[in-house]
T-cell receptor
Framework: DQQVKQNSPSLSVQEGRISILNCDYTNSMFDYFLWYKKYPAEGPTFLISISSIKDKNEDGRFTVFLNKSAKHLSLHIVPSQPGDSAVYFCAASTAGGTSYGKLTFGQGTILTVHP | DGGITQSPKYLFRKEGQNVTLSCEQNLNHDAMYWYRQDPGQGLRLIYYSQIVNDFQKGDIAEGYSVSREKKESFPLTVTSAQKNPTAFYLC?????????????FGDGTRLSIL
């Protein structure tokens, strides 16, 4: 049962334009969401997170939007740069209960930013 | 520099052999995690530990074992019972045991079968 899904395996964007990466989840108990960026043969690097009490969080060029009713989150990168080319994973967790700190990951989206 | 160190970067296992992957952190984090990544898939949780001398099974613990004797160390043993061990293994740590802070990852160990 895939509780976190990234339905687009890949996304191609021109430099300077907006990149929008999407993620859907099914578990209504998730209350903390994160985006990670990953290069081949390296560990994921944390980008940005959002708590379920918010619907938007910004950090520089990166903005995460959360729509709890639709169980959907998205990552916007503006403007996109060639160095942003990587695999992006969304992840979710439940802060509390018996699943302390466990992250559930999506399958990843490969972002390619063309010069 | 604070961080998470995984070693070795590449590891080869023979049939019937147990191998141990090292994970060390100097971030003073309480919680530590082991994930496995297979091609085209997201990361899946193998084991996690919220405090020294305590650890819990994740979603795919069969064929693996861990220990947490020191706060900074969380080694993972891939036993011969793990029939499909070829994967990229990632260790992570976090300040929060409650899951409301990011996890930070090492650079991984790639395990292959000889």
């Amino acid at each position: 049962d895939q509780q976190v899904k990234q339905n687009s395996p890949s996304l191609s964007v021109q430099e300077g334009r907006i990149s929008i990466l999407n993620c859907d989840y099914t578990n209504s108990m998730f209350d903390y969401f994160l985006w990670y960026k990953k290069y081949p043969a390296e560990g994921p690097t944390f980008l940005i997170s959002i708590s379920s009490i918010k619907d938007k969080n910004e950090d520089g060029r990166f903005t995460v939007f959360l729509n709890k009713s639709a169980k959907h989150l998205s990552l916007h990168i503006v403007p996109s740069q060639p160095g942003d080319s990587a695999v992006y994973f969304c992840a979710a967790s439940t802060a509390g209960g018996t699943s302390y700190g466990k992250l559930t990951f999506g399958q990843g989206t490969i972002l390619t930013v063309h010069p | 520099d604070g961080g998470i160190t995984q070693s070795p970067k590449y590891l080869f296992r023979k049939e019937g052999q147990n191998v141990t992957l090292s994970c060390e952190q100097n971030l003073n984090h309480d919680a530590m995690y082991w994930y496995r990544q297979d091609p085209g898939q997201g990361l899946r949780l193998i084991y996690y530990s919220q405090i020294v001398n305590d650890f819990q099974k994740g979603d795919i613990a069969e064929g693996y074992s861990v220990s947490r004797e020191k706060k900074e160390s969380f080694p993972l043993t891939v036993t011969s019972a793990q029939k499909n061990p070829t994967a990229f293994y990632l260790c992570a740590s976090s300040t929060s045991r409650r899951g409301n802070q990011p996890q930070h990852f090492g650079d991984g160990t790639r395990l292959s079968i000889l």
